[in-house]
């Protein structure tokens, strides 16, 4: 199977955070996930040097390879190079996603963060595989940038818009994860919901079933 061509498997996408993560890293952030059967780690961090991101970097592309999951790093398109990442993640300040696939090549995969039809509709046009639409709720401590909450209506439009798969980030949990499913989402990522659990694997383990459930009701 192609790296691009695994979008179409993913259930649960896991954003590393170690300031909500009380004392775990991103490497046991990433481990843990992928034990609760995450199929893709996006390593998240604006703060750390490169060196110290590039180490992180070095060992979840290791974990996710044994897993058979998606290492998608944010923003950092040298690091995700230098180590063999499956791709990049790019809001809508960093680079335009048109001039990031020119560097990334076509085998890798490229999303894009998107909170309206017209910027979906950029980013798919500009190479985007996926789009992470959001937020859709109120996220607890993550993401200062991400705006207000766009609700599961955003969802619904992008979904009838854009041919794209849709990942769903922004204060998805248990309790709601069916509702975006429901909406259009193809996946959801997530942050708080996973992190700052006691157990993490656990936390993924039980999301996961309930977007698998909610994709078996649909269908």
């Known amino acids: 199977m192609r ?12 954003i590393t955070d170690e300031t909500l993560a009380e004392g775990r890293s ?10 609760g059967g995450s199929e893709v780690i996006q390593l998240r961090d604006k703060t750390a040097s490169s ?4 180490e992180a970097a070095l060992e979840i592309r290791q974990l996710t390879w044994k897993a058979g999951a998606c290492f998608i790093v944010n923003d950092r398109l040298d690091i995700a190079l230098a180590v063999n990442a499956d791709g990049v993640h790019l809001g809508q300040n960093d680079i335009p996603a048109a001039a ?3 560097f990334l090549g076509q085998e890798r995969i490229l999303g894009v963060s998107v909170r309206t039809v017209e910027q979906a509709l ?3 046009k500009d190479g985007a595989d996926y789009l992470g639409v ?11 940038d991400a705006g207000d909450p766009a609700g599961l209506e955003l969802l619904r439009k992008v979904h009838q818009g854009s041919s794209r798969r849709i990942i769903a980030i922004g204060g998805i949990n248990h309790s709601n994860a069916a509702q975006v499913i429901e909406a259009g989402a193809h996946a959801v990522a997530v942050i708080s919901a996973v992190v700052t659990s006691d157990d993490i694997a656990e936390a993924t383990r039980e999301l996961r079933k309930c977007v698998m459930a909610q994709k078996c009701c649909t269908r």
Do not use: M, Q, S
């Open 51 to 54: 060196r110290r991101l590039h």
């Open 3 to 14: 790296v691009r061509d695994a979008i179409d498997t993913w259930n649960v996408y896991v």
């Open 134 to 144: 959001g937020p859709v709720f109120e996220a607890r401590g993550t993401k200062c």
């Open 122 to 124: 950029t980013a798919e």
């Open 100 to 102: 990031i696939r020119r």
């Open 26 to 35: 991103h490497v046991d952030i990433a481990r843990d996930a992928l034990a």
